[in-house]
């Protein structure tokens, strides 16, 4: 096996690793991996009292009626509220209401826990390398 498809396997592997501890993480809230990154995106967006649902759709790469399904199960369970838009009555937009808030909060500190648990043989530098490349092969860095 050359270096880049050894180098894709790798990568892909930790994908799936991290991907796994996400979701065990997420067990205890009783959130799908859509669930709570839709509550990250609000979080981030909805300072600006402007995400709609379709914005929602397109930040988490899903169809409009499966981020209205998202929302419909986290607005059941009190995390995020509708409210209509100041801008166009015909749209509504989203945000996290203070439960949503705090259990955001809580999911993070246990993405950072898992983050730290995955990356524990990594020193400090070697982590801070590993963002640069990454983000240099996402074409998101230098």
């Known amino acids: 096996m050359d270096d880049d498809a050894s180098l894709t396997q790798l990568t892909i592997h930790a994908a799936r690793t991290l991907r796994r501890l996400s979701s065990v993480a997420l067990e205890p809230f009783g959130l799908s991996p859509h669930q709570a990154r839709a509550l990250g995106v609000i979080a981030r967006h909805c300072t600006e009292g402007r995400l709609r649902l379709s914005d929602l759709a397109e930040h988490l790469r899903i169809a409009p ?33 203070d439960e949503g808030s705090a259990l955001r909060a809580q999911i993070e500190q246990g993405r950072a826990e898992q983050s730290d648990q995955f990356f524990a043989k990594l020193s400090a530098d070697e982590r801070a390398d590993l963002a640069v490349l990454l983000r240099k092969a996402l074409g998101d860095g230098p």
Do not use: F, K
Request: zero cysteines.
């Open 65 to 97: 009626r499966s981020a209205t399904e998202v929302v419909d199960a986290l607005e059941q369970r009190g995390l995020v509220a509708r409210a209509p838009n100041p801008d166009d009555r015909r749209a509504i937009v989203l945000r996290l209401t």
